[in-house]
C-alpha cells in the first residue's frame, strides 16, 4: 500500500469515512475530561507553593508524550478518538508507527513545553511572599504580567497553529489538518477500516486507476 492512498469514498457508503470537525472536536472533549483528575492534581500542587510548577513540570511532558504520542502509537488513537468510533492511519492505509505518532504532536507539544518554560522564567522573576497570597487565578495573571512579550508570543503562536489547524481541516475532502500532513496521516470512521483496506488492496481496474490519479491531484 505504499504508492496509494485512502479513497476519498467507498462504493456503497453513505457520507464521508474521514472523521471531521466535530468527530475531533468531540474526541478532544472527551480527551480533556478522561484528563481532568490529573490536572486538578497539578493545578492543586502549583496552587500550593511558587516552587509546585518545578514539580509538575516533567512529569507533564511525560503524561502529555504517553496520551499523544504512546497511545497513538500502540492503539491508533486517544482514548477519545477511541470511544468515538475513530482512527488514526497512515495515507497508505497502514497503522501509524512511532514516526507518524512523533510528528503529529511536535508542533503541540514543542508549545507545551514552551508554555511551561515562560512559566518557570516567570516564576524565577517573581516575588514568593507575594505570590503565595494571591488567589490561583490571578497567580496566573501576575506570572505572565513579569513575562508580557513572551507571554504574548505564546498566545499568537498558539492561536495561529490553532486557526491554521482548523481551517486547513474545513478545506480538504479527506478532512486532514496540518499534523496530518506533517506526519501523512488521515483519520478514519473505525467501522470503515476494514473496508478501506479491502478497497486499497484490491487489484487495479480502469475505473480504480482513474480515481488514484484524480486522489492525487486532491
Given at each position: 500500500m505504499t504508492d496509494k492512498k485512502t479513497p476519498l469514498k467507498i462504493p456503497g457508503t453513505f457520507g464521508s469515512i474521514y472523521a471531521g470537525?466535530?468527530?475531533?472536536?468531540?474526541?478532544?472533549?472527551?480527551?480533556?475530561?478522561?484528563?481532568?483528575?490529573?490536572?486538578?492534581?497539578?493545578?492543586?500542587?502549583?496552587?500550593?507553593?511558587?516552587?509546585?510548577?518545578?514539580?509538575?513540570?516533567?512529569?507533564?511532558?511525560?503524561?502529555?508524550v504517553w496520551f499523544n504520542i504512546y497511545l497513538?502509537?500502540?492503539?491508533?488513537?486517544?482514548?477519545?478518538?477511541?470511544?468515538?468510533?475513530?482512527?488514526?492511519?497512515?495515507?497508505?492505509?497502514?497503522?501509524?508507527?512511532?514516526?507518524?505518532?512523533?510528528?503529529?504532536?511536535?508542533?503541540?507539544?514543542?508549545?507545551?513545553?514552551?508554555?511551561?518554560?515562560?512559566?518557570?522564567?516567570?516564576?524565577?522573576?517573581?516575588?514568593?511572599?507575594?505570590?503565595?497570597?494571591?488567589?490561583w487565578l490571578y497567580k496566573q495573571q501576575y506570572i505572565m504580567g513579569l513575562i508580557p512579550v513572551l507571554s504574548t508570543i505564546f498566545v499568537w503562536t498558539n492561536n495561529i497553529w490553532v486557526y491554521s489547524e482548523l481551517f486547513v481541516l474545513l478545506f480538504n475532502k479527506r478532512k486532514r489538518a496540518i499534523h496530518d500532513f506533517m506526519a501523512n496521516t488521515v483519520i478514519v470512521k473505525t467501522r470503515y477500516l476494514k473496508k478501506i483496506r479491502e478497497v486499497m488492496n484490491a487489484e487495479p481496474t480502469p475505473s480504480t486507476e482513474n480515481t488514484n490519479e484524480q486522489d492525487v491531484r486532491e
Open positions: 470537525f466535530w468527530s475531533r472536536l468531540g474526541a478532544a472533549l472527551l480527551d480533556t475530561l478522561i484528563l481532568l483528575p490529573y490536572s486538578a492534581l497539578v493545578v492543586y500542587i502549583n496552587s500550593l507553593s511558587i516552587y509546585g510548577h518545578y514539580f509538575t513540570f516533567v512529569p507533564g511532558i511525560i503524561v502529555h497513538v502509537k500502540k492503539y491508533g488513537g486517544t482514548p477519545g478518538k477511541l470511544l468515538l468510533g475513530i482512527k488514526i492511519i497512515k495515507l497508505d492505509g497502514n497503522d501509524v508507527t512511532w514516526r507518524e505518532a512523533f510528528l503529529r504532536q511536535v508542533v503541540t507539544l514543542a508549545m507545551s513545553v514552551f508554555g511551561s518554560l515562560i512559566t518557570l522564567y516567570g516564576l524565577s522573576l517573581a516575588d514568593p511572599e507575594y505570590y503565595d497570597s494571591l488567589g
